[in-house]
């Protein structure tokens, strides 16, 4: 038997055990969105970084006012009090402070990082070691990271965790809740839940943008190989300390992945809870589609080294399983490999042998875009989460995503590729240059 007989049905066997863990993600999201959670024993610091006005701003942060918590903390902080989102952060605060169960609500300035320009080492472009709203800048972490620190360093002895939302989510009413009940297992170290990108407007790059952002959130389950998510993620403020994130922190670009990291290294888990799985609208364009491919797996291969290799080898995997087979289905055909000379199992052909591959690879990708779809679509419709508006742009986004499932590996393929080159990124209007996990040099405006 030649021996891409052995390599087809090793690719089909591959396929199928895949598949298989899929669909078990797929029933653990369904299992547990559903799960009521009442567990206000932790006293929790919800913090939430803001830089500009985001989709559906007012309606973002309205929901994090009206959790069903009752034993939490509200801080927003934003880099300089010119920021847009600081007079409609205050604004809210008067509108909702009422109505909220926060205990206390604070909109906090951190002060902007900003560049030092006799520095030589960075021809001008590092950080300046500056005073700002009370804190020094840093010379190594984001403006995300140094907005979060200096709530971090704020907090009191009676904080037993720190939540983390970002201002382009929409969240449910017990979103904390969710959030906050696996912590009370000591293997729990963080949990998390993600992002579904709702379009915006209903352009094709954002309606791809939501249908390849839904086949990572697909990876997501029961499982130690899940990575935190920064913009809906929980961790109890002695772990974090015991784990040394702060003072990692302060020397990163990445808030979710060197918490996974470092959560991952004292042999913890970091728990998905579907219930957390959140809306973000968002509108882009072609060029702003690859742009933020590039950037999350090129901080991805920075900070997840195995994370990223993961993704490129099963990216690389499907691409070859699917495009490849048809090549070769069509090439053994037009080059007569279906000769009695060809050795064959059971009458199975080289051209019938990777068309079989095509086939199943094809239909298994099929069967993931159906299966995430509905597995998000009973996930929103819960509470009535969205407006009639938000469920035409989510089917929108369906159909796209099911008619095109077989392009969205070769994309994301693309994305890890262009990830190689490089370290240089623009992340809400700052550029960063990652030099390793520890060092990140900021590039200013």
């Given at each position: 038997m030649a021996w891409y007989y052995y390599i087809a049905l090793a690719a089909i066997l591959i396929r199928l055990l895949l598949l298989m863990l899929d669909y078990r993600n797929y029933r653990y999201a369904l299992a547990k969105y559903k799960r009521p959670r009442?567990?206000?024993?932790?006293?929790?610091?919800?913090?939430?970084?803001?830089?500009?006005?985001?989709?559906?701003?007012?309606?973002?942060?309205?929901?994090?006012?009206?959790?069903?918590?009752?034993?939490?903390?509200l801080w927003f902080v934003v880099g300089?009090?010119?920021?847009?989102?600081?007079?409609?952060?205050?604004?809210?605060?008067?509108?909702?402070?009422?109505?909220?169960?926060?205990?206390?609500?604070?909109?906090?300035?951190?002060?902007?990082?900003?560049?030092?320009?006799?520095?030589?080492?960075?021809?001008?472009?590092?950080?300046?070691?500056?005073?700002?709203g009370g804190r020094e800048t840093s010379t190594a972490c984001s403006q995300k990271i140094h907005n979060l620190l200096y709530c971090y360093e704020r907090i009191g002895d009676d904080i037993d965790v720190l939540a983390f939302a970002d201002s382009d989510i929409c969240v449910r009413s017990d979103w904390l809740n969710q959030l906050v009940w696996p912590l009370r297992q000591d293997k729990i170290g963080a949990s998390s839940g993600?992002?579904?990108?709702?379009?915006?407007?209903?352009?094709?790059?954002?309606?791809?943008?939501?249908?390849?952002?839904?086949?990572?959130?697909?990876?997501?389950?029961?499982?130690r190989l899940n990575e935190a998510w920064g913009g809906s993620m929980a961790i109890r403020v002695d772990n974090f300390r015991r784990l040394g994130l702060d003072k990692i922190w302060p020397k990163t670009l990445s808030d979710d992945l060197s918490l996974s990291q470092a959560v991952k290294k004292a042999d913890m888990k970091v728990q998905f809870v579907p219930a957390c799985l959140a809306a973000s609208h968002e509108s882009t364009t072609w060029r702003g589609l690859f742009e933020f491919g590039r950037r999350q797996f090129l901080i991805t291969r920075v900070y997840s080294f195995g994370t990223w290799l993961l993704g490129l080898t099963g990216s690389l995997f499907s691409v070859l399983g699917l495009w490849g087979g048809a090549a070769l289905a069509i090439y053994a055909k037009v080059v007569g490999w279906d000769s009695p000379n060809q050795g064959f199992i059971g009458g199975l052909k080289p051209t019938l042998l990777f068309t079989t591959v095509f086939i199943v690879f094809l239909a298994v990708l099929f069967i993931k875009a159906v299966t995430r779809q509905n597995m998000i679509s009973k996930l929103f419709k819960y509470e009535n989460r969205l407006s009639s508006i938000e469920y035409r742009a989510l089917r929108a986004a369906m159909v796209i995503d099911i008619l095109a499932f077989g392009l969205w590996p070769l994309l994301l393929f693309i994305f890890i590729i262009s990830s190689t080159f490089g370290r240089t990124i623009c992340w809400r209007g700052i550029r960063y240059k990652l030099i390793s996990p520890t060092e990140t040099v900021v590039l200013g405006d």
């Amino acid at each position: 038997m030649a021996w891409y007989y052995y390599i087809a049905l090793a690719a089909i066997l591959i396929r199928l055990l895949l598949l298989m863990l899929d669909y078990r993600n797929y029933r653990y999201a369904l299992a547990k969105y559903k799960r009521p959670r009442s567990w206000h024993a932790l006293r929790v610091a919800l913090i939430v970084p803001c830089k500009g006005i985001d989709s559906d701003f007012h309606k973002n942060i309205t929901s994090l006012f009206n959790q069903d918590y009752e034993n939490y903390l509200l801080w927003f902080v934003v880099g300089d009090k010119q920021d847009p989102a600081y007079n409609e952060l205050c604004k809210l605060k008067d509108q909702q402070s009422k109505s909220s169960k926060a205990h206390d609500i604070k909109i906090m300035v951190a002060g902007s990082v900003r560049r030092e320009t006799s520095d030589p080492r960075f021809r001008g472009d590092r950080l300046a070691p500056a005073k700002a709203g009370g804190r020094e800048t840093s010379t190594a972490c984001s403006q995300k990271i140094h907005n979060l620190l200096y709530c971090y360093e704020r907090i009191g002895d009676d904080i037993d965790v720190l939540a983390f939302a970002d201002s382009d989510i929409c969240v449910r009413s017990d979103w904390l809740n969710q959030l906050v009940w696996p912590l009370r297992q000591d293997k729990i170290g963080a949990s998390s839940g993600y992002r579904w990108f709702i379009p915006e407007k209903n352009n094709l790059a954002s309606l791809v943008l939501s249908a390849v952002n839904g086949t990572i959130a697909q990876l997501l389950g029961n499982t130690r190989l899940n990575e935190a998510w920064g913009g809906s993620m929980a961790i109890r403020v002695d772990n974090f300390r015991r784990l040394g994130l702060d003072k990692i922190w302060p020397k990163t670009l990445s808030d979710d992945l060197s918490l996974s990291q470092a959560v991952k290294k004292a042999d913890m888990k970091v728990q998905f809870v579907p219930a957390c799985l959140a809306a973000s609208h968002e509108s882009t364009t072609w060029r702003g589609l690859f742009e933020f491919g590039r950037r999350q797996f090129l901080i991805t291969r920075v900070y997840s080294f195995g994370t990223w290799l993961l993704g490129l080898t099963g990216s690389l995997f499907s691409v070859l399983g699917l495009w490849g087979g048809a090549a070769l289905a069509i090439y053994a055909k037009v080059v007569g490999w279906d000769s009695p000379n060809q050795g064959f199992i059971g009458g199975l052909k080289p051209t019938l042998l990777f068309t079989t591959v095509f086939i199943v690879f094809l239909a298994v990708l099929f069967i993931k875009a159906v299966t995430r779809q509905n597995m998000i679509s009973k996930l929103f419709k819960y509470e009535n989460r969205l407006s009639s508006i938000e469920y035409r742009a989510l089917r929108a986004a369906m159909v796209i995503d099911i008619l095109a499932f077989g392009l969205w590996p070769l994309l994301l393929f693309i994305f890890i590729i262009s990830s190689t080159f490089g370290r240089t990124i623009c992340w809400r209007g700052i550029r960063y240059k990652l030099i390793s996990p520890t060092e990140t040099v900021v590039l200013g405006d």
